[in-house]
């Protein structure tokens, strides 16, 4: 049987269980060294095989490359970069043709969100027209679970899991103290385009909790919003406001860009948890606490979606079976089955069909006066962020692993342009 | 046997473990029920004996009360109310002796920190000399971990878990992101005063990560701070920054209050953590990424630290037993016995010294630098974090309690004044 090695890149933002994808299709391409003798991955992505930086993954042992699937972040090193649209500047698809050539990559597997999709999809193409046929298949990854043809993304359920899970222990200590202290809590959550992530804070209404989400696909009505919030403090005590970082005035400039100005006069960037605190403040004087989120809702694998974790594994092997059987520009998807009890099968989709187009929340997921969920929404949501799946712990910190990411010796001379 | 009630109140800031002291108190309280026949919750603290709102805790469930053991926040509320001082103004203490008086109430607990150690103080005094003898003992918690006599204080555990897991985590996202995006991560954390909180994030170190602590103990120098950043990111690509909300300029200006307008002339309140981030940014032009953890940090149950969880439940039930050995105006204490493997007892201390007293952590815990921990520092928080202890989860999320807090029938008219 002809064996050919495979190439493996993270891109663009990473997430708890980015890694668990790496490690389902670094467990499975061990599985078949009959027909893929290494996987090579990219050292910071595709940026890796430009540079021709190919990490050895044979060197890893069996025991670091498993525990891969409980280490938040991205092993092997991501990257935001851009290639150039090969029908404007070749270069850089043929410098990507020659590092496989030179490393015998017959298996291309790149696991990312839309614009890799895209990416993926453009290198297929180019190999074959220029007869050197890579099997390119996307895993599918992005917590802003906006990718087209697949019910969900493998990142999203932690985030959403961690985003409800904050929401409502933030709360409780809410309303703890807000008979003589603190009567509004915000916390900002990542989700520039779409409201998938701040849906989750929603949840939190099913434990009693009166929660206001704040959604980029909802114009920001100041005055509506403050009545909201007001008709909660005054009814509850307290309220919970959790604020996309996407949320937009009318006019489409978002409410984290105040054009604030510090003491010297330098722009100052702020969230827009902040600026929705102080707006809440200076109408009603309610003592406020602000949270942003940030990195720390995509890297929190210690609270990952049991569910989510799998997904992603086996996304990754599936990538690996979806190569073996020949398949070509493919992405490996999940299909929603059932809700209660959850049940999922993993389906395949044309890179063609996913390529640049984004899935935005569906309007009967948002409740009809904007600030919250419906029905609909948490019964799409639940299951994705089923069971919990906790790494090791030593010392009483989780035990996860630093690969040694031992590079492949260079056969070709340095590429045009430093990155 | 002579049989009274008791009162419980939590006071101040809540945490993640404040109610596994009221379960520990709750538990013990009703194994004694020959000498305690109630345990009536102050409803928001302290408050709730002014105002004659007490939760009746015999009419919660067995179920309920050891479900309190892994719920966050105060489940009957907590206040932020300094009470008169009974020198000056009688009225409130008489109040609280006349809602003993009429609830029959011998023993009266109170969780809470130094201040509230100081309130408990002035209860058992204030009620002997007036010739109604009340048994005070003052349960311990801040997460500040600024009592002293006492190796810690429940609920600094929890948090230090907390901020040294998202550090890491974090940390790996930033690293895998470093090559063409994110180089800078900066954490804001909880601590005005005292670095305990910003000294959990310093362990990160302990992984390879590049980090820089800012304490509130040592006044912040830009330039050096600056260089420190750059050497980081020079020699590993990235950089993690954990900030005190307490750091600040040596003329004593916190870094968080910059005097920031928007752009209607409005007072713009942020945190240290972006102006930090925009510190960086204008010096050295990184892209950055900040999170400013909040709330999230002192409510997050979810990764509690198991030997927290325990002392607290502990210091609640020590405080029973002091209580029918007939102790008074004092505290159930943390003795440290050694560091690896980690053992302690409960030790006891008399309220009169502990009162009023902060603890600040010991200069020999800061890294001569000023940037991060000493091998010391790591010594005595490791064990603090030691352990996981989950609370039960259902559809993904977790199973936290909410109380009755029926309240008890009111035997007395109004307090004088509203609150």
Redesign the interface.
Known sequence: MNVKNAFYA?SG??T?VINASACGVIETARKHSDRIGNVFAGR??I?GALTEELVDTNRETREDIAALRY?????F?????KLADPEKDRREFERLLEIFRAHDIGYFFYNGGGDSADTCYKISRFSSLMGYPIQAIHVPKTIDNDLPLTDCCPGFGSVA?YI???T???S??????C????RV?V?EVMGRHAGWIAAAGG?AE???IPVVVLFPEVAFDEKRFLAKVEENVTRFGYCTVVVSEGCRYPDGKFLAD??????FG??????A???V??MIH?KFAYPF????????Q??????A?AIDVEQAYELGAAAVELALEGRNAVMPTIERLSDEPYRYKIGVADLKDVANVEKFMPRSFIREDGYGVTEECKRYL???????N?PP?Q????E?V?LQNRLVPRKLGPFYKS?
């Open positions: 993270q933002g990473v708890a910071n992505g940026v280490t938040p972040g991205g092993a090193g991501s990257c935001r970069y899991k409800a899970v904050s409502i222990e933030a409780f200590d809410v309303r703890s103290m008979r003589t202290s603190t809590f916390l949840l099913d434990y009693g105040q054009g604030a100005r510090d003491a330098h722009a100052h960037l702020g969230g948890a902040p600026v605190a102080n200076e606490h602000w949270a942003v989120a940030n990195y720390l995509r890297s929190a694998r210690h609270i979606s639940y299951p994705l962020m089923q069971g919990e906790y712990y010392k009483g910190l989780p996860y630093t990155i």
